[in-house]
């Protein structure tokens, strides 16, 4: 059999015995059967019973440069996180489920051996899933930024606090809003907080961006989709008590200041995530949701 790839990277921070045991699998697997195999390097202390060589063990940044193909043990928490990191690549990028919902990580692993046996014999599509850049500006000095594959969330740091601030698209002012704080989410993460706050769930392969109001204080406050290739602003009012915050991904927090500004647009780089053959988005969707069967 040909080989569709060479050098493969295993990643995932672990959170539970089951994920270190898939991760115990596939290393000797993977290199039993010809490939050459990186770790993640947070990984050497939890794999130390397993003969892996000290150099195979890399950080995700050295392992978007060597690996072809990475694959991602854990729950979509790992992935966000991978995925902010290996965007920056060209590697493609697999899941294997070893979280909870498991919208991003498909893979069963009871059945891993004989999906990424296809997988690795080139029966596979790629999916371009893009992220979004979010930019904090204080006095028009950018003081902050960080990448979000699910949503980027403005909201006060205090507990139960309304915040005040305006929306502006491509610099063309669209609202003004006083609520809990706003999701900007990408179709990605429009089954993640987004969903839980009344967002519509929007098929992956569009190229769109939601603002999804928390909590606001009017009824005519409704979600909102644009096209991804527009730029948000948003201005943080002076008035504000205390200071807020853009929450990228539940992750990564940035801090913001009462009269900042805030841009968020559609970063440059995608992630490429692979799929088996058999993945179907709406068969996911509907797994995950409880969705009824056919009844016919």
Known sequence: MKKIFNTIAIIGKVKNQQAIETHKELYPW???????VFVDDRLSETLHDIDIPRKKFLNLIELGKKAELAIVVGGDGNMLGAARVLSRSNILVIGINRGNL???TAID??????????VLAGKYFVEKRFLLETEIYHHKQIKSQNLALNEAVLHSSQVAHMIEFEVYIDDTFAFSQRSDGLIISTPTG????????GGPIVSPDLNAITLVPMSPHTLSSRPLVINSKHIIRLIVSS???GNQEIICDGQNSL????????LIYQNSNFLHLLHPRS???????R???GWLNKSC
């Open 30 to 36: 993977l290199t039993s059967i010809g490939y050459q």
């Open 102 to 104: 498991g919208f991003l």
């Open 109 to 118: 692993p009871e059945n891993l051996r004989l999906i990424l046996k296809d």
């Open 190 to 197: 429009s089954t993640a907080y987004s969903l839980s706050s």
């Open 239 to 241: 008035n504000n008590y």
């Open 255 to 262: 801090l913001v200041s009462p009269g900042d500004e805030i």
């Open 279 to 285: 993945y179907n988005y709406y068969h996911v969707l």
């Open 287 to 289: 797994n995950k949701l």
